[in-house]
């Protein structure tokens, strides 16, 4: 079975700090796809990462990078230079790579404080 | 830049009625989803689709639920007899790959009375 797993479900953080996010997930397959999305109170899903498992570096968007340990199966992402504006629901999920199908976790809601 | 647009964006029905959500993906994607969302939970997937046939689907989608694509842009989910548990945010994304990025739509709020 594959399952993500996100263990903190609320989060807060003052702005202009940095907050990091966790999550952890479980498959037997090598050849996986990993992503963070964002959910705004507005409700649409918006991806802010993403990561192909079978490279080394970490991904890096701007303000937003991940910290991948494959053998610990834990794909956290980190926030510098928190936003209000990055007050949100944050989603991990990952896709294998020969099945059309995302798995979520279960989500960490970041309050990022002025 | 294009977007997946679903329409409504809010349909309220009475239990046992159906209902079908609409969604128009990205016009150059290959594959499409629809998820869903209980309030406070996390999102749930349902359904993939690719070449006109169902190419994954959850334990969730069950024989009360059927996609389609009508007509080379929309793809639709219906729900043939709604319970009060169906009540949620659905979701429709699209992706030109099977394992890349999906872009999602802004969400049906589905409300079962």
């Known amino acids: 079975a594959q399952t993500v797993t996100q263990s903190q479900p609320e989060m807060s953080v003052q702005e202009a700090e940095t907050v990091t996010l966790s999550c952890t997930y479980d498959?037997?397959?090598?050849?996986?796809?990993l992503f963070w999305y964002k959910q705004p109170p507005s409700r649409q899903m918006i991806l802010v990462i993403r990561?192909?498992?079978?490279?080394?570096q970490n991904a890096t968007e701007n303000r937003f990078s991940v910290n991948f340990q494959k053998a610990a199966k834990s794909f956290s992402l980190k926030i510098s230079d928190s936003q209000l504006g990055d007050t949100a629901m944050y989603f991990c999920?990952?896709?294998?790579?020969?099945?059309?199908?995302?798995?979520f976790g279960s989500g960490t809601k970041l309050n990022v404080k002025p | 830049e294009p977007e997946v647009t679903q329409t409504p964006s809010h349909q309220v029905t009475q239990m046992g009625q159906e209902v079908i959500l609409r969604c128009v993906p990205i016009?150059?994607?290959?594959?499409f989803y629809w998820y869903r969302q209980i309030l406070g939970q996390k999102v749930e997937f349902l359904v993939s689709?690719?070449?006109?046939?169902?190419?994954?689907k959850s334990e969730i989608f069950d024989d009360q639920f059927s996609v389609e694509r009508p007509d080379g842009s929309n793809f639709t989910l219906k729900i043939r007899s709604t319970k009060l548990e169906d009540s949620a945010m659905y979701f429709c994304?699209?992706?030109?790959?099977?394992?890349?990025?999906?872009?999602f739509g802004p969400g049906t709020r589905l409300t079962v009375l």
């Open positions: 990561q192909e498992a079978y490279k080394q």
């Open positions: 016009s150059n994607h290959l594959y």
């Open positions: 498959t037997s397959e090598n050849n996986n796809y």
């Open positions: 689709f690719y070449n006109n046939e169902i190419s994954e």
């Open positions: 999920a990952f896709v294998l790579y020969n099945f059309n199908k995302f798995y």
């Open positions: 994304a699209s992706s030109p790959e099977s394992y890349n990025e999906q872009f």
